[in-house]
């Protein structure tokens, strides 16, 4: 049994690991492990108290992979409740003939389940840090008027803020039967176009396990994963017989290809069937978790780098 994660899954690797030796599936320890992070108040770029977009607004993105059946299920863009990871293995184990479901949609399934929706998404104190971005990129000091009736894209390449693009948890789990399940949840990036999706939600982007080679999840600029399928491109490339550090490092060596100027940083984490495991990221320093079974609690190790020149031209 094991339990890889991004760096801010700590709050629910421990919950994580009891479902798994209390005879849980990997699916299991992955919505508990995450349902902890979008909870949490103090992280802002998963669930309640998120970075919202552009407008104010939270929309949440986020999947679930069985790496045993390769069924998938996946939110987008959904407003008003918090446990996304929760609304997306409905969409995968109520059997809606579908693996994604998106805004208006995605909160009439989410209600029509039963699942658990609070009024209020944001603190005061994420509203002010919006505000506060707001009034900074006007150059005036004030709050711009945001309306629909004003084109926002100019808004959005001003505060777009590289600062805060990343974040977004991610889980991967081995059961005690050998089954690989992942999981990925976001806000996405701080102060987004409204109806803008990211990598998270997207099967085979930001999200891939398969019982037979591994899993792999990202975070960072999902625009990237999403454009070079990065998570699926990890575990293609462990089914075509690389190693698992080859396999993750050539992922993120494609994303060098990328033309275009939105070009940032990118990290994921993965694992093979054998339980190893490593995480890429483009920045140095960055660092993942991960607890085995055996461990009384998790370890934070360092992320192996592969640059990727940034080439960021939003601002
Ligand atoms: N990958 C996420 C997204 O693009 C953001 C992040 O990981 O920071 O929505």
Redesign the pocket.
């Known amino acids: 049994m094991l339990i890889i994660a991004s760096h801010n899954g700590a709050i629910g690797i421990a919950g994580a690991m009891r479902a798994l030796k209390q005879g849980g599936s990997a699916m299991d320890a992955v919505e508990i492990g995450i349902r902890a992070v979008e909870a949490d108040p103090a992280d802002h770029?998963v669930g309640y108290n998120g970075y919202p977009n552009i407008l104010g607004e939270l929309e949440l993105?986020a999947s679930i992979m069985d790496g045993r059946s390769l069924n998938s299920g996946a939110v987008a863009l959904m407003r008003g409740f918090p446990y996304a990871i929760s609304v997306a293995r409905e969409v995968m184990e109520r059997k809606l003939p579908h693996v994604l479901l998106a805004g208006a949609g995605a909160e009439r399934f989410a209600r029509e389940i039963g699942a658990e929706a609070w009024d209020e998404m944001l603190t005061e104190e994420i509203r002010g840090v919006w505000r506060k971005r707001l009034a900074d990129s006007s150059g005036e000091g004030d709050v711009p008027l945001l309306s629909d009736d004003r084109p926002l894209l100019e808004w959005v390449k001003l505060a777009t803020d590289p600062e805060r693009?990343?974040?977004?948890v991610n889980f991967i789990a081995i059961d005690g039967r050998g089954d690989i399940a992942s999981g990925v949840s976001?806000s996405?990036?701080a102060w987004k176009y409204p109806g803008r999706i990211?990598?998270?939600p997207i099967i085979g982007a930001?999200n891939y396990a398969d019982n037979r080679y591994g899993a792999c999840a990202?975070?960072?600029?999902?625009?990237m994963?999403i454009r070079a399928s990065t998570a699926r491109s990890v575990v293609l490339y462990l089914q075509m017989g690389m190693s698992l550090a080859e396999a993750a490092r050539q992922a993120m060596l494609d994303l060098r290809d990328l033309g275009g100027d939105y070009i940032g940083g990118m990290n994921l984490i993965a694992l093979n069937r054998d339980g190893a495991h490593i995480g890429m990221s483009s920045d140095a320093g960055r660092t993942y978790i991960y607890q085995q079974a055996e461990m009384a609690e998790h370890v934070e190790v360092e992320r192996e780098m592969v640059e990727i020149p940034a080439r960021w031209a939003g601002k």
């Open positions: 770029t993105d693009v990343a974040g977004t976001t996405g990036w990211g990598d998270s930001g990202c975070t960072g600029m999902g625009e994963a």
